[in-house]
């Protein structure tokens, strides 16, 4: 009889923010011997903890096998995440519809009665732990996790040797093939869905079948779909913003100023920091271009242009102060704050005009986006009629909202309809 292999494989993921820059480590253990035989860590984008969990299950299983490819496999799978272990045991159900895929990849890998399931806590976890912290950290700086630089291994526990289950064979297997494993775990890995959404109950086991009517609001069961996850930047400053003057789609068009310009570099480097955004879309505006190309720029992306995040067409107010309007046009100002189906003197665009064409742009936008990170350069009336509508609030609460130059918000949207405000006016990368 030919001898088994024993394996250990230590997995973790990471994600700051939940979902947000996540990223995953593994290692696979001799388990006579305690030695590391492999260990792999990746960045992965905007993602769940759940996600990056099984990414790192997925890769630590895959190394496992690249390693011994013609032995029979005795692997002892050792997480500090319930979930993933108590699902891959069989033991809780899997309904998150993202879930599913991530485990049935994991469930394929080596045959389901070679490897079994062990919850551990994060204290007896820290070298895959540290792998997904050091890859974090890399996606952060914009670069790739390297094994020659890790000290997860050294941070980490000394291992105590399992109990002898049978042979434990060769000891450990050479660099180069090592090498290969975990690039062939990494290629695997890499075939998945990143941009996914939380459980909403990542600890807990989720109930079986139960007949039950539909509920709606918080009560209500989260949405299995990834988000089309919107990071809404302002445009950089032109000579009109500091003296607050009415700017929109029927005016002279102006260009950054010299300020504008380095808001957008300092946005551009923020993004480039972050690495979570994957796609570009800007108004037709030449403010808004000139910022979304100093963004492209730096994160090697193209620019789509999408009509309807246009700013709102103002009129015979294009260019003046608000006290100018108010002492030329003083009435029809009156009428159209209280009004959002009044339009600006001279034959510009109510508020509800510019709702309509704005929510027409995010659903096209959305339905072609979901699951992804889009940075939408644009203006303050499409970005406040944005939230406004994702909130679900009256017309007069644009006025309560303040946007700054620069400033970036963000919104997710589901697929169920559903939305999530998750930040409004931050200006904290300008400082």
Not at 296 to 305: E, K, Q, S, T, Y
Request: net charge negative; aromatic share 6%.
């Amino acid at each position: 009889m030919s001898a088994v292999r024993r394996l250990v494989v230590e997995a973790d993921g990471g994600s700051r923010g939940n979902p947000g820059p996540a990223g995953y480590g593994a290692v696979v253990i001799d388990a006579a011997t305690g030695e590391t035989l492999a260990e792999a860590a990746e960045y992965i984008g905007v993602a769940t903890n759940n996600v990056a969990e099984y990414r790192g299950l997925i890769t630590g299983l895959t190394a496992a096998k690249a390693l011994f490819p013609d032995e029979a496999l005795d692997v002892r799978v050792r997480m500090d995440s319930k979930l993933v272990v108590e699902q891959m045991s069989g033991r809780w159900k899997i309904k998150h519809p993202d879930m599913k895929p991530l485990a049935a990849r994991a469930t394929a890998i080596l045959p389901p009665s070679s490897v079994t399931y062990e919850w551990i806590p994060r204290a007896q976890n820290k070298h895959a732990d540290r792998l997904a912290n050091e890859a974090m950290d890399a996606g952060r700086d914009g670069r790739q996790w390297e094994a020659s630089a890790s000290t997860a291994e050294l941070d980490a526990p000394a291992r105590t040797p399992l109990p002898d289950r049978g042979p434990p064979g060769d000891a450990a297997a050479g660099a180069a093939k090592a090498r290969a494993a975990l690039a062939a775990a990494r290629g695997a890995a890499d075939t998945g869905t990143l941009f996914e959404v939380d459980t909403g109950a990542s600890e807990e086991p989720e109930p079986t079948d139960v007949t039950a009517a539909p509920q709606v609001g918080w009560a209500a069961a989260p949405d299995l779909g990834a988000p089309a996850t919107f990071v809404l930047l302002r445009h950089g400053e032109t000579l009109l913003t500091p003296e607050k003057r009415f700017s929109g789609s029927g005016g002279t068009d102006p260009e950054l100023s010299a300020i504008g310009r380095d808001q957008a570099a300092r946005a551009a480097a923020h993004f480039a920091a972050l690495g979570t955004v994957q796609e570009i879309v800007s108004s037709p505006l030449r403010r808004c271009r000139e910022t979304a190309a100093a963004v492209a720029d730096r994160l090697g992306l193209a620019v789509r242009i999408e009509d309807g995040l246009r700013e709102t067409d103002f009129g015979a107010w294009e260019g003046l102060t608000f006290g100018e309007v108010r002492e030329r046009y003083g009435d029809d100002l009156t009428t159209w704050l209280a009004d959002p189906e009044t339009a600006p003197t001279g034959g510009g665009e109510s508020f509800a005009e510019v709702a309509e064409r704005v929510a027409a742009a995010r659903d096209r936008l959305t339905a072609r986006y979901a699951g992804r990170t889009v940075l939408l350069v644009t203006h303050v009336t499409p970005i406040k009629t944005l939230v406004r509508l994702a909130l679900e609030a009256p017309a007069k609460a644009m006025f309560r909202m303040e946007l700054s130059a620069a400033s970036i918000s963000t919104v997710a949207y589901y697929g169920d309809g559903n939305a999530s405000v998750r930040l409004l006016n931050d200006t904290s990368h300008l400082r």
